[in-house]
């Protein structure tokens, strides 16, 4: 077998995996609230209803207030970054897109729901929004799924923390000495 079962490669590649995960998770979010995408900003402001966008801007927010009411708070949850670039024969295009998520209170809805807003730059030039209603438990997963490997491990170390004279003494308290 490749690792034996009380070698210590496991648990410590688990606890590497575990904190590469935590990072890929919580860096975006951080460096987006150190950095934050001002459109979007704007479009947060707009939907609390302290902002007035652009006239392209306007429909996405209006539909938004509409069905929900104003935003009362929002508190920024998570961030996702992603950039890709796609080679044809004569041309290339570029894409990045932008997703923060909040937790957000609207005046027409009784509880808290996730508010997703999207920014979809193509080429540089062209930017559309979107604006939608993202599931808590996908949230939740995002950040408790990468815990899962981190307890394991700590589990690990903890249960082979006893050397096998500490294992010893303790069955001797329990049981009394053999002779």
């Given at each position: ?18 904190g ?10 951080f ?50 970054v ?63 799924l ?34």
């Amino acid at each position: 077998m490749f690792l034996k079962l009380r070698s210590q490669a496991l648990p410590i590649a688990l606890l590497v995996l575990s904190g590469i995960w935590m990072a890929a998770n919580i860096c975006p979010l951080f460096y987006s609230l150190l950095f934050p995408t001002e459109d979007i900003q704007r479009i947060v402001q707009a939907l609390e209803g302290r902002e007035t966008l652009p006239r392209e801007l306007a429909p996405v927010v209006q539909e938004t207030m509409t069905t929900s009411g104003p935003l009362q708070r929002a508190i920024q949850v998570s961030a996702f970054v992603r950039s890709t670039s796609e080679y044809k024969l004569s041309e290339s295009h570029t894409t990045k897109v932008t997703a923060l998520s909040y937790l957000a209170w609207f005046e027409k809805r009784p509880k808290s729901t996730i508010l997703v807003i999207i920014r979809t730059e193509t080429d540089g030039s062209q930017i559309r929004f979107d604006i939608k209603e993202g599931r808590p438990l996908v949230t939740l997963y995002l950040y408790l799924l990468p815990v899962l490997p981190f307890a394991f491990a700590v589990y690990w170390f903890r249960r082979n923390a006893r050397s096998p004279e500490k294992k010893q003494h303790h069955a001797n308290l329990v049981t009394g000495p053999s002779v």
